[in-house]
């Protein structure tokens, strides 16, 4: 049996990846920074498992600014493969908190590696790094056939992505100085009905089936121009683990090769609801109305703002195609489709609990 070491498990990706490590029968390591409110709720269906004798998991507490705490952890459980999802990955969040992203995402990296290193693992343990796509950051709008792939030059354009860029370049040099199996997996954006809720997509998905309920008046947002290739986060686990099943390593850029707007996801979202929107006025002014009532649906707030803004991404994932067999199964539409559904599903639930006398924490805003 494998054993993985995960980091990053509360959250999307991991309760994904952790699924399909379950079906290959995986013995399973993750590690969880300590938190004063349990947050376990996307992964509590997979621990959930009342017979022990089939408990394939452990948890170790750590966090990623504690190198000494990852260095004993790698020693004692002698992984074959690392998964490094733990990040601070808030493209906003990281203009507010730079130094702490840089640490967290950028020098953690360097501890993990580390870790393998001084445990002797580096020729059998092989290591994945979660990089992004929005390492290229600035693209050429004018010459969309210069589809960007894994050897393109690199702009990144914020806090988060200048500590990825790091990571990504010291997993690289680990690979070079030391031989070590160390693969970055350059994604773009992946959502789900587990994304965190301050992400677009998921903003949108929750305003509009809280709209569709009547518990809240209006959506706001920002730069409803943003083109992104999303895809969904179930079928890039899938290539996160077929990259760490190569005879060597290697980077692969995982993506749909499809962009849209965030405007075209506001629209899919109300949809599925059944409300049409038209929108008047532009730029900060934007507004748009429900066509049957003329209520006044989606704002465009400033606060949202960001001092530097990636408007466009599209790259080119062939070689993901071609040397992983990989190939996407969700269309962005179905994808829209499931997490408003999810979403609605989740806040009536969520009212009845409240009707019957419980109480529902609601998530901060960003
Ligand atoms: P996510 O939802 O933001 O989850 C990040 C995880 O990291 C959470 O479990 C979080 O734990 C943990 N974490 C953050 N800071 C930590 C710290 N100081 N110590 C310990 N744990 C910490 O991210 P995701 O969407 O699943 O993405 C997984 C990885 O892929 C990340 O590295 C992200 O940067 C990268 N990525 C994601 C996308 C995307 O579109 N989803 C695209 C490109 C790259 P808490 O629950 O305690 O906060
Ligand atoms: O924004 C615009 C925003 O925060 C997408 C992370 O997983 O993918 C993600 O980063 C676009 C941006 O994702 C709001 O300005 C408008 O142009 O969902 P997002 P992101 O910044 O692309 C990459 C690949 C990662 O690596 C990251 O970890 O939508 N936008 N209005 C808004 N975005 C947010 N969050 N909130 C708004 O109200």
């Known amino acids: 049996m494998k054993k993985a070491l995960i980091t990053g498990i509360t959250w999307q990706d991991w309760s994904y990846l952790a699924e399909l490590l379950l079906e290959k029968w995986y013995e399973i390591h993750w590690v969880k920074r300590r938190t004063s409110l349990i947050n376990t709720d996307r992964i509590d269906h997979i621990f959930q498992d009342p017979h022990e004798e089939n408990k394939k998991f452990f948890l170790h507490y750590w966090d990623t600014t504690d190198s000494g705490n990852m260095i004993k952890l790698v020693a004692d459980v002698k992984p074959d493969e690392v998964y490094n999802l733990a990040a601070q990955s808030h493209v906003h969040v990281s203009f507010d908190m730079p ?5 967290s995402d950028g020098i953690w990296t360097l501890r993990i590696l580390e870790a393998i290193r001084v445990a002797w693992l580096e020729k059998s343990c092989k290591f994945y790094q979660a990089s992004t796509s929005e390492l290229f950051g600035w693209m050429d709008y004018n010459r969309p056939e210069a589809w960007y792939n ?3 030059p690199m702009h990144p354009r914020s806090p988060y992505w200048c500590a990825k860029l790091y990571a990504m370049w010291i997993a690289r040099n680990y690979k070079e100085s030391y031989w070590m199996f ?8 992946h959502e789900s009905p587990r994304r965190w809720e301050t992400f677009v997509t998921r903003k949108i998905t929750m305003a509009v089936a809280k709209i569709k309920l009547w518990l809240q008046e209006k959506l706001y947002l920002w730069n409803l121009d943003a083109k992104r290739d999303w895809g969904h986060a179930k079928d890039y686990v899938e290539a996160m683990w077929l990259m760490l099943q190569q005879d060597k390593p290697d980077d692969f850029v995982i993506a749909t090769w499809v962009s849209n707007t965030v405007r075209d996801f506001v629209n899919w979202s109300f ?6 929107l038209e929108w008047r006025y532009s730029w900060v002014d934007e507004k748009w109305y429900d066509v049957e009532t003329w209520k006044c649906l989606v704002e465009v707030d400033p606060k949202y703002f960001r001092p530097a803004e990636v408007n466009y991404l599209l790259w080119n994932a062939s070689k993901a195609r ?13 994808l829209c489709k499931e997490m408003v559904r999810s979403d609605i599903e ?7 609990l409240k009707s019957h006398g419980y109480t529902v924490l609601n998530q901060c805003e960003w």
């Open 271 to 276: 949809e599925e609801v059944w409300i049409k």
């Open 182 to 189: 160390c693969s970055n997996w350059i994604l773009f954006n």
């Open 346 to 352: 989740k806040f009536e639930r969520d009212e009845l």
């Open 150 to 152: 894994e050897s393109s």
């Open 322 to 334: 071609t040397v992983l067999w990989w190939e996407p199964k969700y269309t962005v539409r179905e």
């Open 99 to 103: 130094e702490y992203t840089a640490n």
